[in-house]
């Protein structure tokens, strides 16, 4: 079958080609991955090392243990090459055809767990939970700040998802502009807004749990699906049920519900398809939208189980290989 | 430093971090290629294989000699799992949720040279210039029928960069419908069209020239730059000196003049970068928008050297750490 589909929330049009498919099983990680050990000498992220990294942000410590020492739980720092100063005053030049701005900006590093041999599928549900918290948290002090106007939590799993340590840990950029990208989002959700008079992922959460075959687990707060029109094999969407435009506004009990999603969609993906690299985001609105009706904040999954190419860089269009329904089906098995 | 930069054609911000840079040198692939032979008994797509692909559609051909036998010099088929169908009819379906279209449209391979062990970069002249007149060809054949919105040609080099197959082609897909990220673009277009009474693309040429630093090589028609904004380190931009909307509009002569410094900016990039992998996409606007004066069709050649991870692809915006001034500088030394 060669079928064109929708995302009604980001208006992508995605090709689901099956002549060229494979069944959801063959993709699983084949390679043989080195198995860590749970503390490594020369790991900047590990206890012991706190000196590698820039001072601590923020961590979630044991009774009586001090900044910058082990005895962490979750440690966020400045990563060590930010690709942003939150010094830097924003400065645009104006009246020139090359046009750029001062890189002000924050980008922190979320150290999830001491142990450097977890992820967030290996680790217990107690350390997702701290981790989803923290997430909030930081979110919540950085959103403060008026020259931030866009905060991006992700995560990158494995090398074929940019990431160069082992360690687990998370990342969050706090950028001084709301991206073109972004915008049309936005202008796309608002749209549907306007001719609908519902917010397009309420109604994705309706219809999904109608559909019944791309959900692959909810509770109450939460629903997690591979969306009809998933861009990758096993793309996967966790949409809070209560209507939210911004991470940031959620409750610390709907932060814990989350971690029980997270976690649970995780530990399905390490089990069924072997540990894959993956990229997480965190999308959220821009800080002046919290509040808005027509949007509506949600986690991506993206596992990099495919090699996105001239025709997807060129066009937006993905060419997927495979139906969300079946890969649903596979993982739920 | 840490800069942000607009590019005012796409609107795309991207950073410019040089913290934690490589200098150019650095970005050279360092994997041992296996040497190809010129010839693969087992590559449906060498010469005396002609069965091992569907029909071809189009060749350029030695006097006398059979459709799909041997004898051809660039060899035109559909693809064997294309992504979409030209027999189906456009049926939209209406009225749901879930939105679908029929995978109407047309996936065509452009078997390059005979030559297993060729590419772009390493093939003669002449070879290359037949590439871009079937290029142009097979665009000007298919822009006839009503039912193709918009017609991508890309080619893929290399395993990172998706490709699967060994043997120099490109690929054409000409799609029902255009996609929301090219609408996006054109819309910015004619913003600035309105604003400024130019193309952006033309104004670009101009202020690319005077800045000097950035230009890698030009002739009458054509001038290849590194984006003031390049995404990556080595994008490079192929820009026609006149203003056409459509690739298709160009005349045999400006195809020959493409083909001369697309040759050129692909072997001083094989020889530096020592035969990176690469994106090459021909960026054109919709069918319908061929006449259209703010917008610019353009060669993009994105290198793939670096991993596009989570913050790239929740915000649209790339994290460069590499100057274009410097890329072009060395490139050109």
Redesign the interface.
């Known amino acids: 079958?060669?079928?064109?589909?929708?995302n009604?929330a980001?208006?992508?049009?995605i090709?689901?080609?099956t002549?060229?498919a494979k069944r959801p099983h063959q993709f699983q990680t084949k390679i043989e991955k080195k198995k860590l050990a749970p503390y490594d000498p020369a790991c900047p992220f590990c206890p012991g090392n706190e000196k590698e990294t820039p001072p601590e942000v923020y961590a979630v410590r044991e009774k009586d243990s001090l900044a910058d020492q082990p005895g962490w739980r979750v440690r966020v720092v400045t990563n060590k090459?930010?690709?942003?100063?939150p010094k830097?005053k924003l400065t645009k030049i104006t009246g020139d055809?090359?046009?750029?701005?001062?890189?002000v900006g924050k980008h922190e590093v979320i150290i999830e767990v001491p142990q450097h041999d977890r992820s967030l599928a290996t680790m217990s549900a107690k350390q997702v939970e701290q981790v989803c918290s923290v997430y909030l948290r930081r979110y919540q002090e950085l959103e403060k700040y008026k020259k931030f106007k866009?905060i991006?939590i992700?995560?990158?799993h494995g090398l074929?998802?940019?990431?160069s340590l082992r360690h687990p840990h998370s990342?969050l950029?706090a950028?001084?502009?709301v991206?073109?990208?972004?915008r049309?989002l936005l202008e796309?959700a608002m749209r549907y807004y306007d001719d609908h008079g519902s917010c397009v992922f309420c109604?994705?959460i309706k219809?999904e749990l109608s559909?019944k075959r791309r959900v692959i687990f909810q509770n109450k707060s939460f629903i997690a699906f591979h969306p009809?029109a998933s861009r990758t094999p096993f793309e996967t969407w966790i949409v809070p049920k209560k209507h939210h435009a911004c991470f940031g506004n959620i409750s610390s009990d709907e932060a814990k519900s989350l971690s029980v999603v997270l976690r649970h969609v995780l530990r399905q993906m390490h089990a069924k398809l072997n540990d894959p690299n993956y990229?997480?985001?965190?999308?959220t609105a821009p800080i002046k939208d919290a509040e808005e009706d027509y949007y509506h904040w949600y986690v991506?999954i993206?596992p990099r189980l495919t090699?996105?190419?001239?025709?997807e860089?060129?066009?937006?269009?993905y060419?997927n290989t495979v139906l969300p329904e079946e890969t649903a089906k596979f993982i739920k098995e």
Chains 1, 2 share one sequence.
């Not at 991206?179 to 972004?182: D, L, M, V």
């Not at 990229?279 to 999308?283: D, E, G, Q, V």
């Not at 860089?313 to 269009?317: D, E, F, I, Q, R």
Request: aromatic share 10%.
């Open positions: 079958m060669s079928e064109l589909r929708l009604r980001t208006k992508e049009w090709i689901v080609a002549e060229r090459f930010p690709a942003l100063d830097k055809f090359f046009r750029t701005a001062s890189g866009l991006l992700f995560r990158n074929a998802a940019g990431t990342q950029i950028l001084p502009l991206p073109a990208s972004i049309h796309e109604d994705m219809e559909a009809f990229n997480l985001i965190i999308r991506q993206l090699t996105p190419a001239g025709f860089l060129g066009s937006g269009v060419i």
